[in-house]
């Protein structure tokens, strides 16, 4: 508990005031909520209890404390009597100006002087709301995000006036709910979050009402590629196109910025399609308001991401330019306000900053909105070459000290990611022993490494992963038993890939051919280019595949395919790789990067331990009888469940967060 704030006033008993009220109760204040009638908060009553009971049935909370926070929450008709000994009142009733100053008029009235006086507004200007007041000092905003008692962000806003006091006590008292506070130090409209996602979906509208790409192509996308829990129009389905449309509005009033209207949103709106709770709106729902909209994961392979969130990061960049919120809290808001994967930064730096100015520039020569001029920030880092990770500086310091140069490979560690690459392109990236014993080497120093989540290997260049081994060694009468020492190195190498304890991926960029196609196979995954030739053609040369083709083509692709390969010869395009299951994405050839970093980031934020062991249960479990497999995976599962990493994935199952998994 907030060692000044012991007694909390919380006006307005609805979706958000109950919310508000039971999180309180929880964290041991006494509440007092406020509502125009009994029945609103007999109902607001019953909802916090059986907010409470769930709570209890899951085992977050004991069944005993359910009646003892019941007990803490009074309920009141009056804000006078409501606010006569609270230290913070909390107003949060429907978002009109004029009532929510009235309410604060009488608040001040009546409150001790040291009282703060909160408002959740989303949508209103605090310093407005505050001149209700003769302590705008003492007036600040305080915005939780629905459904407060599982949503782990509150933004702390400070108006105009707001001294620095008010806000630090409002920061603590936000701590003290074990709710994860972000300071916003100017009252802007939308504040951090609600900015960013208008950005968000500011493109994306547009872009469908110009039939660039439909709903459903930049959901999947966004979804899949980019790993957001929701797609940016399902969202809005699920909160309500009415709410998106309406806040809209009035940000839009408030703020140039935020000018930029959807004409697909008011057409939806003024056909009452409100979305998922009206059974449509920009999805159907035939089967009730639960059923979920239908985004295939393939849908949206041709969208470019980049041009999606400039907006977003346009207005991250503004938001940090301007003072309103630091980076690490803005970075905090998506993730916890938006459940984004990564920060609105991050995702920047992997687009490349000089990608997201372009992308801003074609907007912005398209539309007209001022949210689309390239912000002065992110114009400066273009001209001082901090594109991002493909620089080693961008918001973030990546740096050239995670880069060892072998004679034959370099290897590249961009945490929680390590690339290596093959690095001999004018020969087709053709493997030596020197590059094996490498490639080997490069794995050992990878193998515990803690900061490395997942291995990518790739060829340098841009038309050949591997074009095979060396045949320049082949030639010359050598003796056989040269040969099989050679090529056990050769299958060792390969091997240690297989054994590896961290998944690894072959990002395949041109020419996987024998040797290195062998490579390939050893990997957890491949991901090729739509330009990418795949095959084993040693059966050309007189010879066959010596590093475990025969094997393991065999388990991929099954025994029929597999021969056909190996002993026609032939190269195969991506796409038919792709059709045998040989490759597991195809990607084009523009957007290689991105998509291989996009599916290693997603196993990266896996539990490390727990894909160790599913790695080597299908790996080597799959080698064997079923029944030892079986045993096999028994004893990885039992292993599995005694994790650290494991109690946090129920854990975060159970708040409903996306699980942090540190491999413990
Ligand atoms: N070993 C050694 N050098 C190789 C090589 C290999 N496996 N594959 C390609 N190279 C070299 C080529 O000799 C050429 O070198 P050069 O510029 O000094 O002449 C260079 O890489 C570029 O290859 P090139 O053949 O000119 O390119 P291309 O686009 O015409 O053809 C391939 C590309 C991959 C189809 C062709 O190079 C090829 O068939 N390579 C052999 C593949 C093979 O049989 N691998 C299995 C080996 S066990």
């Given at each position: 508990?907030?060692?000044?704030?012991?007694?909390?006033?919380?006006?307005?008993?609805?979706?958000?005031?109950?919310?508000?009220?039971?999180?309180?109760?929880?964290?041991?204040?006494?509440?007092?909520?406020?509502?125009?009638?009994?029945d609103?908060?007999?109902?607001?009553?019953?909802?916090?209890?059986?907010?409470?009971?769930?709570?209890?049935?899951?085992?977050?909370?004991?069944?005993?404390?359910?009646?003892?926070?019941m007990?803490?929450?009074?309920?009141?008709?009056?804000?006078?009597?409501?606010?006569?000994?609270?230290?913070?009142?909390i107003?949060?009733?429907?978002?009109?100006?004029?009532?929510?100053k009235?309410?604060?008029?009488?608040?001040?009235?009546?409150?001790?002087?040291?009282?703060?006086?909160?408002?959740n507004?989303?949508?209103?200007?605090?310093?407005?709301?505050?001149?209700?007041?003769?302590r705008?000092?003492?007036?600040?905003?305080i915005?939780?995000?629905?459904?407060?008692?599982?949503?782990?962000?509150?933004?702390?806003?400070?108006?105009?006036?707001?001294?620095?006091?008010?806000?630090?006590?409002?920061?603590?008292?936000?701590k003290?709910?074990?709710?994860?506070p972000?300071?916003?130090?100017?009252?802007?409209?939308?504040?951090?979050?609600?900015?960013?996602?208008?950005?968000?979906n500011?493109?994306?509208?547009l872009?469908?009402?110009?039939n660039?790409?439909?709903?459903?192509?930049?959901?999947?996308?966004?979804?899949?590629?980019a790993?957001?829990?929701?797609?940016?129009?399902?969202?809005?389905?699920?909160?309500?196109?009415?709410?998106?449309y309406?806040?809209?509005l009035a940000?839009?009033?408030?703020d140039?910025?935020?000018?930029?209207?959807?004409p697909?949103?008011?057409?939806?709106?003024?056909?009452?399609?409100?979305?998922?709770?009206s059974?449509?709106?920009?999805?159907?729902?035939?089967?009730g308001?639960?059923?979920?909209?239908?985004?295939?994961?393939?849908?949206?392979?041709?969208?470019?991401?980049?041009?999606?969130?400039?907006?977003a990061?346009n207005m991250?960049?503004?938001?940090?330019?301007?003072?309103?919120?630091?980076?690490?809290d803005?970075?905090?808001?998506?993730?916890?306000?938006?459940?984004?994967?990564?920060?609105?930064?991050?995702?920047?730096?992997?687009?490349?900053?000089?990608?997201?100015?372009?992308?801003?520039?074609?907007?912005?020569?398209?539309?007209g909105?001022?949210?689309?001029?390239?912000?002065?920030?992110?114009?400066?880092?273009?001209?001082?070459?901090r594109?991002?990770?493909?620089s080693?500086?961008?918001?973030?310091?990546?740096g050239?000290?995670?880069?060892?140069?072998?004679?034959?490979?370099?290897?590249?560690?961009?945490?929680?990611?390590?690339?290596?690459?093959?690095?001999?392109?004018?020969?087709?990236?053709?493997?030596?022993?020197?590059?094996?014993?490498?490639?080997?080497?490069?794995?050992?120093m990878?193998?515990d490494?803690?900061?490395?989540?997942?291995?990518?290997?790739?060829?340098?260049?841009?038309?050949?992963?591997s074009?095979?081994?060396d045949v320049?060694?082949?030639?010359?009468?050598l003796?056989?038993?040269?040969?099989?020492?050679?090529?056990?190195?050769?299958?060792?190498?390969?091997s240690?890939?297989?054994?590896?304890?961290?998944?690894?991926?072959a990002?395949?960029?041109?020419?996987?051919?024998?040797?290195?196609?062998?490579?390939?196979?050893?990997?957890?995954?491949?991901?090729?280019?739509?330009?990418?030739?795949?095959?084993?053609?040693?059966?050309?040369?007189?010879i066959?595949?010596?590093?475990?083709?025969?094997?393991?083509?065999a388990?991929?692709?099954?025994?029929?395919?597999?021969?056909?390969?190996?002993?026609?010869?032939?190269?195969?395009?991506a796409?038919?790789?792709?059709?045998?299951g040989?490759?597991?994405?195809?990607?084009?050839k523009?957007?290689?990067?991105?998509?291989?970093?996009?599916?290693?980031?997603?196993?990266?934020?896996?539990?490390?331990i727990?894909?160790?062991?599913?790695k080597?249960?299908?790996?080597?479990?799959?080698?064997?009888?079923?029944?030892?497999?079986?045993l096999l995976?028994?004893?990885?599962?039992?292993?599995?469940?005694?994790?650290?990493?494991?109690?946090?994935?129920?854990?975060?199952?159970?708040?409903?967060?996306?699980?942090?998994?540190?491999?413990?």
């Open positions: 508990m907030s060692q000044q704030i012991r007694r909390v006033a919380v006006i307005g008993a609805g979706t958000m005031g109950h919310g508000i009220a039971e999180v309180s109760a929880l964290a041991g204040y006494e509440v007092v909520m406020v509502d125009v009638s009994q609103i908060l007999n109902k607001a009553l019953e909802r916090i209890k059986w907010s409470l009971d769930k709570l209890a049935e899951r085992g977050t909370i004991s069944k005993e404390r359910v009646g003892e926070v007990g803490r929450i009074k309920t009141s008709l009056s804000i006078a009597e409501a606010v006569r000994d609270a230290d913070l009142m107003e949060a009733v429907p978002e009109k100006l004029d009532l929510k009235q309410v604060f008029a009488e608040a001040d009235k009546y409150a001790p002087p040291h009282a703060i006086l909160a408002t507004t989303s949508s209103l200007p605090i310093t407005e709301i505050a001149s209700a007041t003769k705008p000092d003492k007036v600040v905003g915005h939780f995000f629905n459904p407060p008692v599982l949503m782990p962000l509150v933004e702390v806003i400070k108006g105009a006036q707001t001294s620095d006091e008010t806000a630090r006590r409002s920061y603590e008292f936000v003290s709910l074990g709710k994860e972000i300071m916003v130090n100017k009252d802007v409209p939308g504040f951090v979050v609600n900015r960013i996602l208008i950005a968000l500011s493109a994306a509208c872009l469908v009402a110009n660039q790409y439909s709903v459903v192509e930049i959901d999947s996308a966004v979804k899949y590629r790993g957001l829990p929701m797609g940016i129009f399902e969202l809005q389905d699920f909160t309500g196109i009415d709410v998106g309406l806040v809209g940000v839009a009033e408030r140039p910025m935020l000018r930029v209207p959807c697909l949103l008011e057409d939806l709106y003024k056909k009452g399609w409100l979305g998922q709770k059974g449509r709106g920009f999805y159907e729902y035939k089967g308001p639960y059923e979920r909209a239908n985004i295939p994961r393939e849908a949206g392979e041709k969208v470019d991401l980049t041009l999606i969130f400039a907006p990061i991250a960049a503004w938001l940090l330019r301007n003072g309103i919120a630091s980076k690490e803005i970075e905090k808001g998506v993730k916890l306000g938006l459940g984004w994967p990564k920060g609105v930064f991050e995702y920047a730096d992997e687009f490349g900053i000089d990608k997201v100015v372009e992308a801003l520039n074609q907007l912005y020569s398209r539309f909105y001022e949210l689309f001029k390239p912000d002065p920030l992110l114009t400066q880092m273009v001209q001082e070459g594109l991002g990770r493909k080693g500086r961008g918001f973030y310091e990546y050239a000290a995670g880069t060892v140069e072998f004679k034959e490979i370099i290897l590249r560690k961009e945490p929680p990611l390590a690339w290596i690459i093959l690095n001999r392109p004018q020969r087709l990236n053709a493997l030596t022993l020197t590059m094996l014993e490498e490639l080997s080497r490069a794995l050992d990878l193998w490494d803690k900061d490395v989540r997942v291995v990518i290997i790739r060829g340098a260049g841009d038309r050949a992963f074009a095979g081994a320049t060694s082949f030639t010359g009468p003796h056989t038993y040269y040969f099989f020492l050679y090529n056990r190195k050769f299958q060792e190498a390969v240690k890939i297989e054994r590896f304890p961290k998944p690894v991926i990002a395949i960029n041109g020419y996987a051919l024998g040797g290195g196609l062998e490579i390939a196979l050893a990997c957890d995954f491949r991901i090729a280019t739509d330009t990418s030739e795949l095959g084993q053609p040693e059966i050309n040369l007189g066959i595949p010596g590093a475990g083709g025969t094997q393991r083509l388990r991929i692709v099954g025994l029929g395919r597999a021969k056909e390969l190996i002993m026609l010869g032939d190269r195969i395009k796409d038919e790789a792709y059709r045998i040989l490759v597991n994405r195809v990607v084009p523009e957007r290689f990067e991105e998509e291989v970093r996009s599916f290693a980031m997603r196993l990266a934020q896996g539990p490390p727990a894909l160790t062991y599913a080597y249960a299908l790996n080597f479990g799959t080698q064997v009888p079923v029944d030892i497999g079986l995976e028994a004893a990885f599962f039992s292993m599995a469940v005694n994790t650290k990493d494991a109690q946090e994935g129920v854990m975060a199952f159970l708040t409903r967060r996306r699980p942090e998994f540190k491999g413990e």
